[in-house]
């Protein structure tokens, strides 16, 4: 469902997309009534809007089964999806809280169910946004299975052509000065901690920074770039 969203509202921008997705999904042998509601709130956290929830109403009264989810892909980082599964509260169950007395034979359905210990703690956002007020929202667990985890390792995975890319010569200048510049002062610090003994002192140098380990890192780094960029040139040169 196309819309556009700002951080007080959400508005469709496209209300005849459901009926062309529904023709184009029968052309194809899916004859579901329903088209997924897939909702993206980038930035703003996961919780559902006034129309979130008319909508969401809508989809649920048309299909028992219906859940809304949210995806914040702008808070989400690499192996953590902000993500959230809502449900809303239905209209029934919001008179009964207001007087305080449920009807004849209705039971809330969430009085037989325990969800407790899987939910998470709710954004103030999302509270203000009327959170277990008008809708509540449902524990998500999720897994990938062995295509999808090595789909997902062979996107950042360098290929064999990569050994032969050279770095940038200003970039790479400008690297090895900085690098060479940082042995010099780790060089200093190296000299001084061994004049006064301190490399031998284990326990007082616990939680300090050892000039001496930092050093040797450094000049393997340096080391390492600089055969790398020389043997990929002369490679390069030969082969190209």
Same mark, same amino acid.
Request: glycine share 8%.
């Given at each position: 469902?196309?819309?556009?969203?700002?951080?007080?509202?959400?508005?469709?921008?496209?209300?005849?997309?459901?009926?062309?997705?529904?023709?184009?999904?029968?052309?194809?042998?899916?004859?579901?009534?329903?088209?997924?509601? /897939?909702? %993206?709130? #980038?930035?703003?956290?996961?919780?559902?809007?006034? $129309?979130?929830? =008319?909508?969401?109403?809508? *989809?649920?009264?048309?299909?028992?089964?219906?859940?809304?989810?949210?995806?914040?892909?702008?808070?989400?980082?690499?192996?953590?999806?902000?993500?959230?599964?809502?449900?809303?509260?239905?209209?029934?169950?919001?008179?009964?809280?207001?007087?305080?007395?449920?009807?004849?034979?209705?039971?809330?359905?969430?009085?037989?169910?325990?969800?407790?210990?899987?939910?998470?703690?709710?954004?103030?956002?999302?509270?203000?946004?009327?959170?277990?007020?008008? /809708?509540? %929202?449902? #524990?998500?667990?999720?897994?990938?299975?062995?295509? $999808?985890?090595? =789909?997902?390792?062979?996107? *950042?995975?360098?290929?064999?052509?990569?050994?032969?890319?050279?770095?940038?010569?200003?970039?790479?200048?400008?690297?090895?000065?900085?690098?060479?510049?940082?042995?010099?002062?780790?060089?200093?610090?190296?000299?001084?901690?061994?004049?006064?003994?301190?490399?031998?002192?284990?326990?007082?140098?616990?939680?300090?920074?050892?000039?001496?380990?930092?050093?040797?890192?450094?000049?393997?780094?340096?080391?390492?770039?600089?055969?790398?960029?020389?043997?990929?040139?002369?490679?390069?040169?030969?082969?190209?």
């Amino acid at each position: 469902m196309p819309q556009t969203a700002t951080g007080q509202s959400v508005e469709a921008v496209d209300p005849e997309y459901q009926v062309h997705m529904l023709d184009r999904l029968k052309l194809v042998g899916r004859h579901e009534n329903v088209v997924g509601w /897939y909702h %993206s709130h #980038p930035g703003f956290g996961c919780w559902l809007s006034s $129309e979130d929830v =008319m909508t969401a109403s809508s *989809y649920e009264n048309l299909t028992p089964r219906s859940v809304s989810v949210v995806v914040d892909p702008i808070q989400s980082v690499r192996g953590k999806v902000v993500i959230d599964a809502f449900r809303t509260i239905p209209e029934q169950v919001l008179g009964a809280m207001a007087t305080g007395r449920a009807p004849t034979g209705f039971a809330e359905p969430r009085q037989v169910t325990s969800n407790v210990g899987f939910l998470s703690k709710p954004t103030p956002t999302a509270l203000q946004r009327g959170l277990d007020r008008r /809708y509540y %929202s449902l #524990p998500i667990t999720f897994r990938k299975k062995q295509h $999808e985890l090595r =789909m997902l390792l062979n996107v *950042y995975k360098k290929g064999w052509q990569e050994g032969f890319r050279l770095m940038d010569v200003t970039t790479f200048e400008k690297e090895t000065r900085a690098s060479i510049r940082e042995i010099i002062t780790l060089t200093k610090q190296a000299e001084k901690f061994i004049t006064l003994g301190q490399d031998e002192d284990d326990l007082g140098n616990i939680g300090k920074t050892n000039a001496l380990t930092h050093l040797q890192r450094e000049t393997s780094a340096v080391i390492n770039r600089n055969l790398n960029e020389s043997i990929g040139t002369m490679i390069n040169a030969v082969v190209f």
